[in-house]
């Protein structure tokens, strides 16, 4: 049945929290009709008991419980204590029933038993690449300094002029920064830049992409 907004849901929910935006776009990305049709092929009566649960509702606490890391009566708990998962089931607590911990125990029993994780995990992945919300690939950058001495007493009577004086926590260095980029799925070096001490981190990061 559609969602209602109860007094109580209409009070509570005068500004959107950052729970209720990601749980808003978690609903338009996953595509729950083809895990629903997954569902479908196991669902029968004697493993899920409750012949007026839907499964789209059992399949949306499933996903609660593992973004939230909530136990099967935790799950039951959180559904009657936040605004936010009661707008995301479609719950009205006014009017619908919130399904009992048991009921939710049995629905995740029946996708570990198929091994439905590992598809909707699949299913999953491939839409929001294709959609441009995932990456498979990327860069992890860093930045490390390389001291120098910071002594005058050489042919010159001065320092390195490349070389400059940067602060990181309560300690001063003076030399060099060397920028790198590393692939995150190989763990490789694939772009170094070198600059003076004094150059900030994000000043490089563009840098040091590639691909």
């Not at 007026?52 to 136990?71: C, E, G, H, R, V």
Request: contains cysteine; glycine residues 4%.
């Amino acid at each position: 049945m559609p969602f209602q907004n109860s007094f109580l849901s209409i009070a509570l929910n005068k500004k959107k929290l950052k729970c209720e935006k990601f749980l808003d776009e978690m609903n338009q990305v996953i595509p729950w009709n083809k895990l629903i049709e997954e569902v479908k092929k196991h669902y029968t009566e004697s493993k899920i008991g409750r012949k007026k649960t839907a499964i789209k509702l059992l399949l949306k606490i499933y996903f609660l419980q593992q973004w939230y890391n909530l136990s099967d009566p935790g799950a039951e708990e959180a559904i009657y204590d936040r605004n936010s998962f009661q707008k995301f089931l479609n719950i009205d607590l006014l009017s619908d029933n919130v399904p009992d911990e048991t009921t939710i125990l049995n629905f995740r029993h029946l996708l570990e038993e198929n091994d439905l994780q590992e598809k909707f995990f699949v299913i999953t992945n491939n839409l929001l690449e294709q959609k441009g919300l995932i990456m498979k690939e990327g860069t992890i950058t860093d930045a490390t300094f390389i001291t120098a001495p910071k002594s005058t007493k050489n042919q010159d009577g001065k320092r390195d002029q490349e070389m400059s004086s940067s602060k990181k926590g309560n300690n001063w260095y003076f030399g060099l920064k060397a920028h790198i980029g590393v692939d995150h799925k190989s763990g490789l070096i694939h772009s170094l830049e070198t600059t003076t001490a004094k150059i900030h981190d994000k000043d490089k990061q563009l840098d040091l992409l590639h691909g």
